[in-house]
């Protein structure tokens, strides 16, 4: 077994299959976060029916989803009709490659991992294309143009703000950036005296037009092209398409994370001080108090069922929380923690956004791209590249 | 701003399709064309030539009932056409019988129809405001908007018992008296609102995105809003201080004191922001509506049986749309012999080409929901 | 140069997401959940048609006069009776009532001279055949069975 592990193909090997078998059910979570999220800002409840408080949603979706008829429109172009959604789906899983989840949880530290990470989001966007086009309907091929125009307008800002973040760590590596922040003691959005701001903003709006949400969701404009390039797709290529922007959204938010805030690293990860109630005492009583709340639930729940599951997760969030208070599962656990945490609040952000703003007009789209972030990125990349010349020496 | 100041070219009918031209099918089955609504856009790219609307998926020939109908009855049948506002259709309907009739309103039951009509002007505009909004792709205001029609609908249903098409009014007069709570109600309605109308500024008024999505859009300049017959917040935000509670009070409107909200260049922001003003004068109207509500009977002198003398009436009130009216003709038996209904979405929706040539499809919807249409009026 | 300063700070934009995120407060919720939670229904509410009868003798407080049928927009009700020849009175027979064309006016209920004929709170008027919409005597008298949810 040891044997096995140390053979450096295996642990890579094995993180891919979980990733790729776990994932769909990441995201079957994060689309209950959002409807529930969403509920919130919107003074409802969201899904309430399957399982407590909606918490088995996401497998009655799946399964629903996979038992539903399979419809190719007759006169769309079948091959590519079918490829366009596993294109897209395997793009955006590829990416999640170079995500440096933890410390030791990751599949390949390649020293290109953010050039890897844009380029397969830029094949991502041909997935997109590809599907609205084969399906032959008016709808689809505007969303699948849309997105096109959409997608190569804001690589180039998302682009600039990369640069800066790498010109600021020295490196292409995901772990080699994490490790530039760990050496210089501060998140790369606040380096340079601050100025590193200025790329971080650019990052989240460009990566939120790059990942088709709200304002930017222009290709699946729902009040404007019914559904965008996916008008025509059911079932389970449908929610292909789901995952892939689902997991677009993962790698966007664990891109910026990384570049802009320490990845894995906790808050201060230089102050020696905070190691305690950071490392162990925050994720510990995070976890105690949802458990908690859990409990609350399994007394108010009317249904033997619904009280069993609710009891369950209450074991289930206390055992994590023990885990933490543990040092050898901790120090295992707590790059992970971090990063995942980290990464709820960028998906929470990129839903919030959502339940706020109005949608962008097509044009409006190509002017904020192209008159006011790309400048202000070039803007920001230089002023960075100058402060970093005379600061650093 | 202005991104649609493109010059539209004149759409060659009927001639072959050019090659860069593309004809799409909007509707009837389509997420924003508010019911079933069919426009036909000829597009080029994005760019919108022209727009042909197909109507009448919902028509029910409500007209041609009125003549199988006694007067009483035909009254329920005026709600199901602007169901949004129906207790505004209630009133113009009831008011162009008691002009056939001769009959005098009770001042109670006047004041008691302003104050209902007012907070039905205010539950339409608060669900234009919900749709208007989800159409430019802000998906919160239309639960917030539902939030506070829910309390208006609240009103309706403890006065007579029902929420949406309420028939709340009788020819003559009214049939329920107000109940215990009624006033207090109104008057909590009213704080609630003009709190809550913060909260819409708040989300969309200063909000960039929505001001550039409204802003320049749908531009209908006051002359072509008389060309085509538009009234309503339309015609405000034209320039035109054209209000039918104004210009030729009814039901007692010119005893309460409330100003005509105007803007400038009749674009969808301007549209947006008379609506929002007029829900802050509507509260204002109920406000003294309710604290002079006169005591006094509800109903004036009409028998059971509703047999105008023979004639004919027209009377438009300013309906939350626009200007409503209803024709009716009376052969002096228990039925009438015609009525007709100027319905102010169908008059209002004739300029959805004028206002959509050269602008882009995210803007048919916008202008689509910016004109407030219920096809449950427009297809009659 | 204020207004530039607003705009690149974003603050309208922060405004919005500021107004939503304090929305996220639990007592704000105002989602009702119909079938575990039922809403009250006002007092005057006009749904599910009922035929009184006198609450000691349970005898009908129809005098079959008709005027409901006449008064109804949809002609939607039927009454039947025939002339009693002890008390020279007119005895209901059948009373039919078709819900499924019924939009609860409340001019039937109006036009009732002896307040037989009323319009109840009852809103829950599913069934699972077009005929179990038309309602007879006895099913507007006694009311529609009660129908209990689990959910």
Redesign the interface.
């Known amino acids: 077994m040891e044997q096995l592990l140390a053979n450096p193909y295996v642990p890579p090997l094995i993180l891919t299959a979980v990733i790729i078998l776990v994932f769909p059910l990441i995201a079957g979570y994060i689309v209950l976060a959002e409807r529930k999220v969403?509920a919130?800002?919107?003074?409802?409840?969201g899904p309430?029916?399957v399982g407590p408080y909606g918490v088995l949603q996401p497998l009655a979706d799946a399964l629903k989803l996979m038992l539903k008829e399979d419809v190719i429109p007759s006169q769309s172009d079948k091959w590519i009709f079918w490829l366009a959604p596993v294109l897209s789906t395997f793009t955006a899983l590829s990416a999640f490659a170079v995500l440096p989840l933890s410390d030791r949880f990751f599949v390949a530290d390649v020293n290109i991992g953010i050039l890897f990470i844009l380029a397969m989001s830029s094949i991502g966007a041909l997935g997109l294309i590809l599907g609205g086009w084969s399906a032959n309907s008016?709808?689809s091929l505007?969303g699948s143009l849309r997105a096109a125009a959409q997608m190569v307008s804001y690589e180039v800002p998302l682009g600039f703000a990369t640069v800066t973040a790498i010109m600021c760590a020295g490196t292409l590596s995901m772990q080699g950036v994490i490790a530039s922040q760990l050496e210089r003691g501060v998140w790369g959005a606040f380096d340079n005296y601050g100025l590193m701001l200025i790329p971080t903003v650019l990052f989240i709006i460009a990566g939120t037009a790059e990942t088709n949400r709200?304002?930017f969701?222009?290709p699946e404009?729902?009040?404007?092209?019914?559904a965008g390039f996916h008008t025509e797709y059911s079932g389970f290529r449908w929610a292909l398409f789901f995952l892939a922007e689902y997991a677009a959204i993962v790698v966007i938010s664990s891109l910026c994370v990384t570049l802009f805030f320490g990845g894995w690293l906790r808050p201060f990860p230089n102050v020696a001080a905070l190691e305690m109630p950071l490392n162990t005492a925050f994720p510990a009583a995070l976890f105690a108090l949802i458990a908690l709340g859990c409990s609350k639930g399994v007394f108010r729940q009317a249904l033997a069922g619904f009280r069993l599951v609710m009891a369950a997760l209450t074991g289930l969030f206390l055992l994590v929380a023990a885990a933490f208070a543990l040092p050898a599962a901790n120090e295992l656990m707590i790059g992970l923690f971090w990063f995942g945490f980290k990464l709820a609040v960028m998906v929470y952000m990129f839903i919030?956004?959502?339940?706020?703003?109005?949608?962008?007009?097509?044009?409006?789209l190509m002017?904020v791209g192209w008159k006011w972030l790309i400048p202000i990125s070039m803007f920001g990349l230089i002023l960075n590249g100058v402060v970093q010349l005379f600061a650093r020496g | 701003m202005a991104e649609t100041t493109l010059a539209p070219p004149e759409v060659q009918a009927e001639t072959l399709l050019d090659s860069n031209e593309l004809v799409l099918n909007m509707g009837p089955q389509h997420p924003s064309t508010h019911g079933v609504l069919r426009v036909i856009l000829k597009l080029d790219g994005e760019t919108v030539l022209g727009t042909d609307c197909v109507i009448g998926y919902l028509h029910r020939g409500v007209e041609k009932i009125a003549e199988n109908r006694t007067f009483q009855q035909f009254a329920p049948y005026v709600d199901r056409m602007d169901y949004v506002a129906a207790v505004s259709n209630g009133l113009g309907y009831c008011m162009a019988v008691e002009r056939l009739l001769d009959v005098e309103v009770p001042p109670r039951a006047q004041a008691v129809r302003v104050i209902l009509t007012e907070i039905n002007r205010i539950a339409s505009h608060l669900l234009w405001l919900g749709t208007h909004a989800l159409d430019i792709g802000a998906i919160t205001p239309v639960f917030l908007c539902f939030r506070e029609r829910e309390e208006a609908l609240k009103i309706f249903e403890n006065y007579c018992g029902a929420r949406l098409t309420t028939h709340a009014f009788r020819i003559g007069g009214l049939q329920y008296e107000t109940y215990d709570t009624f006033e207090k109600e109104c008057l909590d309605f009213c704080d609630l609102m003009e709190q809550k109308l913060k909260e819409y500024h708040d989300l969309l008024t200063g909000n960039r995105i929505w001001v550039r999505r409204t802003k320049g859009v749908g531009i209908l300049n006051a002359a072509d809003c008389k060309d085509y017959g538009v009234t309503g917040p339309l015609i405000r935000a034209a320039g035109v201080e054209w209000d039918l509670r104004k210009a030729q009070p009814y039901c007692g409107y010119e005893n309460y004191d409330f100003d005509i909200p105007t803007a400038e260049t009749g674009d969808t922001f301007d549209r947006y922001m008379v609506r929002m003003e007029e829900m802050v004068q509507s509260c204002r109207i109920i406000r003294q509506a309710v604290d002079a509500l006169p005591e006094g009977p509800i109903k004036g002198k009409v028998g059971k049986v509703i047999k105008p003398p023979p004639g004919e009436a027209y009377v438009s009130i300013e309906a939350p749309k626009g200007e409503l009216g209803y024709y009716i003709v009376s052969d002096g038996s228990l039925n009438p012999y015609r009525v007709r209904v100027r319905p102010p979405s169908f008059v209002n929706l004739g300029a959805l080409d004028k206002m959509c040539r050269g602008s882009l499809v995210a803007d048919v919807v916008a202008i689509i929901g910016t004109i407030d249409i219920v096809l449950g009026e427009v297809d009659r | 140069m204020a207004s530039l300063i607003k705009t690149f700070l974003l603050t309208d934009l922060l405004k919005g997401l500021w107004t939503t995120f304090k929305n996220q407060k639990p007592s704000k919720v105002i989602t009702e959940q119909y079938p575990l939670n039922r809403p009250p229904v006002a007092e005057r509410y006009r749904g599910a048609p009922r035929l009184n009868t006198h609450p000691e003798t349970s005898e009908t407080l129809c005098i079959s006069c008709n005027l409901c049928a006449l008064a109804c927009p949809e002609q939607l009700i039927v009454v039947t009776s025939e002339r009693n020849p002890e008390t020279k009175r007119k005895d209901l027979t059948t009373f039919t009532y078709d819900v499924s064309r019924c939009m609860f006016c409340g001019l039937c209920e109006d036009a009732c001279p002896v307040d037989a004929l009323e319009l109840t709170q009852d809103f829950e008027l599913a069934t699972y055949t077009r005929e179990g919409q038309i309602w007879d005597r006895q099913m507007l008298e006694e009311g529609p069975l009660p129908v209990r949810y689990t959910h």
């Open positions: 969403l919130d800002l919107q003074v409802r409840l309430m029916r008016k709808y505007m709200a304002p969701d222009l404009a729902e009040s404007e092209l019914v919030w956004y959502r339940g706020t703003f109005p949608r962008f007009r097509y044009d409006q002017d």
